[in-house]
């Protein structure tokens, strides 16, 4: 079965920093580009990054430009969101997610659960 | 940044209806690029579309998808009770960063 798992959420005070981390299984990791999209409570679906298949090239939303840094280790199938300097903004839910594509973001087809972070002192 | 607006925000029909949902590009979207995706409460999003007229695995050949440069349509052709939920277009061509639209809910009426 395909499926993608996210840890590493949590609560965390502004300006702190958090790793995501999402374990892939029931495919081949390394042949596809991976992304995190982002669910505030309530609201719309907001793409925050992705990188392709070997993990040379990333690609980020302006919100997460500078802030957060995406990763993945092909050896151990997970990709890792580290993101720092947070704000109350990026309160939200954070889906790890597949995409058809090998080299760069186009069409999201298997997401996780999800892992809900929320930035508050 | 290509921002897309799907319209109505809300839609009301009864089952058995057809529902035609719009999406709307502030500019030309590449047609491969186009997708749509459906979110039941308390659940992940679901891709039903892809490359605007393709159907994803396992979506039912009720969903059909049209359009090209700015306008998209996802069709439902005959609405069943569980396809009252929140439906989401997307697009990430050839000017990263991919967006979302708002969404659009449908609701019975």
């Known amino acids: 079965e395909v499926q993608l798992l996210e840890s590493g959420g949590g609560l965390v005070q502004p300006g702190g920093s958090l790793r995501l981390s999402c374990a892939a299984s029931?495919?081949?990791?390394?042949?596809?580009?991976m992304n995190w999209i982002r669910q505030a409570p309530g609201k719309g679906l907001d793409w925050v990054s992705g990188l392709s298949s070997s993990g040379a090239t990333t690609y980020y939303a302006d919100s997460a430009k500078g802030r957060f840094t995406i990763s993945r280790d092909n050896s151990k199938n997970t990709v890792y969101l580290q993101m720092n300097s947070l704000r109350a903004e990026d309160t939200a839910l954070y889906y790890c997610?597949?995409?058809?594509?090998?080299?760069?973001?186009?069409?999201?087809?298997?997401w996780g659960q999800g892992t809900m972070v929320t930035v508050s002192s | 940044e290509i921002v897309l607006t799907q319209s109505p925000g809300t839609l009301s029909l009864s089952p058995g209806e057809r529902a035609t949902l719009s999406c709307r590009a502030s500019?030309?979207?590449?047609?491969?690029?186009l997708a749509w995706y459906q979110q039941k409460p308390g659940q992940a999003p679901r891709l039903l579309i892809y490359?605007?007229?393709s159907r994803a695995t396992g979506s039912p050949d009720r969903f059909s998808g049209s359009g090209s440069g700015t306008d998209f349509t996802l069709t439902i052709s005959r609405l069943e009770p569980e396809d009252f939920v929140v439906y989401y277009c997307?697009?990430?061509?050839?000017?990263?960063?991919?967006?979302f639209g708002q969404g659009t809910k449908l609701e019975v009426k």
């Open positions: 490359g605007a007229s």
């Open positions: 029931g495919f081949t990791f390394s042949n596809f580009a």
């Open positions: 500019q030309s979207v590449g047609s491969n690029y």
């Open positions: 997610v597949r995409d058809r594509l090998m080299v760069r973001p186009g069409t999201f087809d298997i």
């Open positions: 997307q697009q990430c061509g050839g000017s990263l960063p991919c967006s």
